[in-house]
């Protein structure tokens, strides 16, 4: 705990040095960047918290360890001992990749702990939020929009729970706050290397979260359309972007090739492209079976009671009440989007986070829903109640807007962090 106190105490002195003399924050109020700095202190210290003690160990988080570890020593999956695997074994129905592979070097470096192995976790979530500051400094949003912005995703109940605990598709909504700042970059700069690095991060994303595929192929080809349609690309950058993605996303082609029509395994320029024993996807879709367009509308009026009672059945995904994003937060975001759409002329951000929102409807129509399932709606959807209280007319309804959300976050971190999470969990591994 140590390291990662004075990692991320660093962290923050550094990124606080570096913007302390740019234009796009010395011109600002006393003010904002008192709140700017604590809100970000404030965000930082929720998710370093006993990260290593509350709620426990998640038996995913058990076997993500244990591959992490693998992959360390000797590059290969745990239970199948096949080298270099696009997809992990897991249970038998298949672990996703990316955040075992991230986690490898810390737990080659500093051995396999609970502490170790939830650390980047941590890390990569608090990275997400100083880079999309500096995005919105860069912007030179106003100064209420960009701290409220900030205050509903760095203090959101779904952002904070996913910082801390290290199952691997926890890792979705920081990789997308990444992806939603690299956009804001891209627009504000019009500099090519943002939309590749857009196109680059999205398809990591389909390494992190396979239930969030549905998802990312519909923002991909989207976030193309307004591209063109906004002349925010030529041809050339769209040819090269695809190039990128079919470079990273063809070893995924195959292993869905391999466990929906093969069923052999295999290896290719030395990846091992997993065949697995039973797929939990297709028990995740709502539709086949004989269900049809019924299972459809009762999928969303589910989706819907998710969201607003922010209960899935799973503590560890969120509590009672609060959710991934909170019901106040969740009508916020409603109003924000409907806000946005009818705002003329549309930004080229807001247009495209209203694609990244959008985007989002295959999961709610079609995926059975519970907070993991639905972690891709968390980022526009903050950003768009951000925005709802952004636009309000008078300063004292901002402020206001503010203490509702700084009041709804210590409401939850108290009972999240104390009464509901005190559990010692003691998971380690002397030899490795």
């Not at 925005?387 to 008078?394: D, E, H, I, P």
Request: aromatic content about 14%; charged content about 10%.
């Amino acid at each position: 705990m140590f390291v990662a106190t004075l990692t991320l105490a660093a962290l923050y002195v550094a990124f606080l040095v570096v913007i302390a003399g740019r234009p796009a924050l010395a011109k600002r109020p006393r003010w904002f960047k008192v709140i700017l700095a604590l809100l970000l202190l404030v965000a930082i210290i929720a998710r370093l918290y006993r990260y290593n003690a509350a709620m426990g160990i998640d038996y995913d988080e058990a076997m993500g360890g244990l591959n992490a570890w693998s992959l360390a020593k000797w590059g290969i999956d745990y239970f199948t001992l096949a080298s270099h695997p696009v997809y992990l074994y897991a249970w038998g129905s298949g672990m996703n990749l990316l955040y075992p592979l991230l986690a490898s070097p810390f737990v080659k470096f500093f051995g396999l702990s609970i502490t170790v192995y939830r650390f980047p976790m941590v890390l990569l979530g608090v990275l997400s939020l100083l880079y999309l500051t500096a995005a919105m400094l860069k912007a030179r949003w106003s100064n209420w929009r960009l701290v409220l912005v900030l205050a509903a995703l760095a203090l959101s109940p779904g952002m904070l729970n996913t910082s801390r605990w290290a199952v691997e598709s926890n890792l979705f909504p920081a990789l997308l706050t990444m992806v939603m700042a690299t956009l804001l970059w891209w627009v504000t700069t019009k500099r090519a290397r943002y939309f590749y690095l857009t196109n680059l991060l999205l398809v990591l994303g389909a390494y992190t979260y396979a239930n969030n595929w549905l998802f990312l192929a519909t923002f991909i080809l989207g976030f193309w359309l307004i591209a063109w349609r906004r002349h925010l690309v030529g041809v050339r950058q769209l040819g090269l972007g695809f190039l990128i993605d079919f470079a990273l996303a063809w070893p995924l082609a195959l292993f869905l090739w391999v466990n929906y029509v093969s069923h052999r395994q295999l290896y290719v320029l030395g990846l091992t492209i997993t065949r697995l024993a039973a797929s939990r996807g297709a028990s995740q879709l709502v539709v086949g079976h004989g269900q049809g367009l019924g299972a459809v509308i009762k999928n969303l009026g589910q989706t819907v009671a998710v969201l607003f009672t922010g209960y899935d059945g799973y503590l560890k995904n969120g509590l009672p009440g609060f959710g991934i994003l909170t019901p106040v937060m969740v009508v916020l975001a409603i109003v924000g989007a409907l806000l946005v759409f009818k705002a003329k002329p549309r930004t080229d951000f807001d247009a495209l986070m209203l694609m990244m929102l959008g985007a989002n409807l295959p999961t709610v129509l079609l995926i059975s829903p519970n907070h993991t399932h639905l972690n891709a709606l968390t980022v526009p959807a903050l950003y768009f109640a951000g925005m709802a209280l952004a636009k309000l007319s008078r300063v004292n309804w901002r402020v206001a807007g503010l203490v509702v959300i700084v009041v709804l976050f210590g409401t939850y971190a108290y009972t999240y962090l104390g009464p509901a999470g005190k559990t010692k969990p003691r998971w380690s591994c002397k030899r490795c």
